[in-house]
């Protein structure tokens, strides 16, 4: 049974946990395949590439570790990403409410995802949720903090915080992974792309329905709160 330090701060994931980007990523992943003249899978089949890093994606969809390859999928996906898809994107119904809540009881909260930071900032403001965070974490253009462990290592570092504060939130097992190795508290959210199974499987502390859940649960565990 490990003893969880006080939670004062969270970060989270953006896609799947934040905004359900479906139709914007899927459109995106066709547009580079068909560009590669590459065979195009239906939307729904596109899904689980929801979450993990781009270059990941492309790998397996293209069957090659050819790294030019790789980046001409990459480069062709963000060549629609960054007029269309990014906004092609929709809020989940209880965040806002979430991260108010949050904010009411002085929690810090971050965002951290393997999407780029570039893009990852452009969709929290456009989405009007900038006001709610002190920062977002996110992946380099060039590759950089592709690896969610390695960003949530940065980013403790640039914000000064003790792992054992603080709390990663998110939908898929990369961002359980990532807050085990680090040393946050991993939590699951089982409303985006990885199912209960996969996050439990990844070491989750817990895994929530719904961010009115998630909030619910933070209640439910003071710092005196042990698993």
């Given at each position: 049974m490990n003893t969880i330090a006080p939670r004062n701060a969270i970060f989270f994931d953006l896609d799947g946990t934040l905004t359900d980007p479906f139709e914007g990523i899927t459109a995106c992943f066709q547009h580079?395949?068909?560009k590669l003249g590459r065979p195009v899978p239906p939307a729904a089949e596109l899904a689980p590439f929801i979450g993990p890093p781009l270059r990941e994606g492309f790998a397996t969809l293209l069957a090659t570790q050819d790294q030019l390859l790789i980046e001409?999928?990459?480069s062709l996906f963000r060549e629609r990403y960054a007029t269309e898809g990014a906004f092609e994107n929709q809020v989940y119904a209880e965040v806002p409410g979430m991260l108010r809540?949050?904010?009411?009881?002085?929690?810090?909260?971050?965002v951290a995802t393997s999407k780029a930071r570039v893009y990852a900032e452009r969709i929290i403001e456009h989405f009007g949720l900038s006001p709610f965070f002190s920062h977002v974490y996110g992946a380099e253009l060039d590759g950089r903090f592709d690896n969610?462990?390695?960003?949530?290592?940065h980013a403790l570092k640039q914000e000064g915080l003790d792992a054992a504060s603080c709390i990663m939130v998110g939908d898929r097992a990369q961002d359980v992974r990532a807050a085990r190795k680090n040393g946050l508290v991993?939590?699951?959210v089982a409303y985006g792309y990885?199912?209960?199974?996969?996050?439990l499987d990844a070491g989750a502390a817990v895994v929530c329905a719904s961010?009115?859940?998630?909030?619910?649960?933070l209640r439910a565990h003071p710092p005196a709160a042990s698993f």
């Amino acid at each position: 049974m490990n003893t969880i330090a006080p939670r004062n701060a969270i970060f989270f994931d953006l896609d799947g946990t934040l905004t359900d980007p479906f139709e914007g990523i899927t459109a995106c992943f066709q547009h580079a395949l068909s560009k590669l003249g590459r065979p195009v899978p239906p939307a729904a089949e596109l899904a689980p590439f929801i979450g993990p890093p781009l270059r990941e994606g492309f790998a397996t969809l293209l069957a090659t570790q050819d790294q030019l390859l790789i980046e001409q999928g990459v480069s062709l996906f963000r060549e629609r990403y960054a007029t269309e898809g990014a906004f092609e994107n929709q809020v989940y119904a209880e965040v806002p409410g979430m991260l108010r809540a949050l904010g009411e009881e002085s929690r810090r909260l971050f965002v951290a995802t393997s999407k780029a930071r570039v893009y990852a900032e452009r969709i929290i403001e456009h989405f009007g949720l900038s006001p709610f965070f002190s920062h977002v974490y996110g992946a380099e253009l060039d590759g950089r903090f592709d690896n969610k462990a390695e960003l949530l290592e940065h980013a403790l570092k640039q914000e000064g915080l003790d792992a054992a504060s603080c709390i990663m939130v998110g939908d898929r097992a990369q961002d359980v992974r990532a807050a085990r190795k680090n040393g946050l508290v991993p939590v699951g959210v089982a409303y985006g792309y990885g199912s209960r199974e996969e996050l439990l499987d990844a070491g989750a502390a817990v895994v929530c329905a719904s961010p009115a859940e998630f909030v619910s649960w933070l209640r439910a565990h003071p710092p005196a709160a042990s698993f």
